[in-house]
């Protein structure tokens, strides 16, 4: 499980470096599509950190992410989207106008700020429950679905390590953390079924949440057309359907959700506590 996750984790620092170093936008696409499919994602979104960094630390010369963006990001939007919010958490700002965020998926900004925070300070953002000040209100929700998401990382992919810190947490924040290891859980794998099963039994209450996550995680792999073997095994059991049918659930929920990112979350979760 620890090498699976740290390939991962590999593959983020090549794309940051790739951003950070490449001259020309070409050198940066060749760089990234060397990457192996399955890692790819990975890789786009460090990439997406080290433009965010640069646009924010160098004005002279902007619109680097937004460019990414439109261009060869669209594929892997979703993570993108998440690797600027790391740039931002680690610069300790909000969102900013000049990084050409998504009005929709702008919000996954959040959630990359939430992985931030839990994986590089886990004893202030995870054992002590903190969150920056600088959030407030929806924000703190997808906070805290970026914070599940690391928490699969910081647990090592362990269900029930997973489940005492998910319950550590106030009860008003378990939901959107749970969503997050659904997301984790799906999109990073690096367990087998019946730790997945252990998983979804720990987190009994809050199944929609962790179906929800998992339905984000196929749509993004599926989009970026890197579905991997455990993508499948993971929406079969959190989802109970495969990763094609989860996928149309967040279309569905897209449609019905007129541009609200949390509706659209509500949507899903609708949809599979129906099911």
Not at 112 to 122: K, L, S, T
Request: net charge positive; glycine share 10%.
């Amino acid at each position: 499980m620890r090498a699976a996750l740290e390939e991962h984790g590999r593959s983020f620092v090549h794309g940051f470096n790739s951003a950070t170093r490449a001259r020309r936008q070409d050198e940066l696409d060749a760089s990234l599509e060397a990457v192996a499919a399955p890692e790819r994602g990975f890789a786009f979104e460090g990439a997406a950190m080290g433009l965010a960094l640069l646009d924010l630390l160098l004005p002279r010369r902007r619109a680097r992410l937004a460019a990414f963006l439109r261009g060869p990001a669209q594929p892997h939007v979703y993570m993108a989207h998440v690797g600027a919010g790391w740039a931002l958490a680690r610069l300790r700002r909000r969102p900013s106008r000049r990084l050409g965020l998504d009005p929709l998926l702008g919000w996954l900004a959040f959630d990359g700020y939430g992985f931030h925070e839990a994986f590089f300070h886990p004893p202030r953002a995870v054992r002590d429950g903190l969150r920056p000040r600088r959030l407030s209100g929806y924000d703190l929700r997808v906070f805290d679905q970026g914070l599940g998401r690391a928490l699969w990382f910081v647990e090592t992919a362990d269900p029930d390590r997973i489940a005492a810190t998910v319950g550590s947490f106030a009860p008003e924040r378990r939901a959107d953390v749970w969503s997050g290891v659904g997301l984790a859980a799906t999109y990073a794998g690096a367990t087998d079924e019946d730790g997945l099963r252990r998983l979804l039994g720990l987190a009994w209450p809050f199944r929609a949440h962790l179906a929800q996550g998992a339905a984000f995680a196929a749509k993004a792999r599926l989009r970026a057309g890197n579905a991997v073997p455990h993508v499948e095994r993971a929406c079969a059991v959190l989802c109970e359907c495969g990763a094609v049918e989860a996928a149309a659930v967040t279309d569905r929920a897209l449609a019905a959700a007129g541009g609200s990112y949390e509706r659209w979350r509500a949507e899903i979760r609708a949809a599979f506590g129906a099911a």
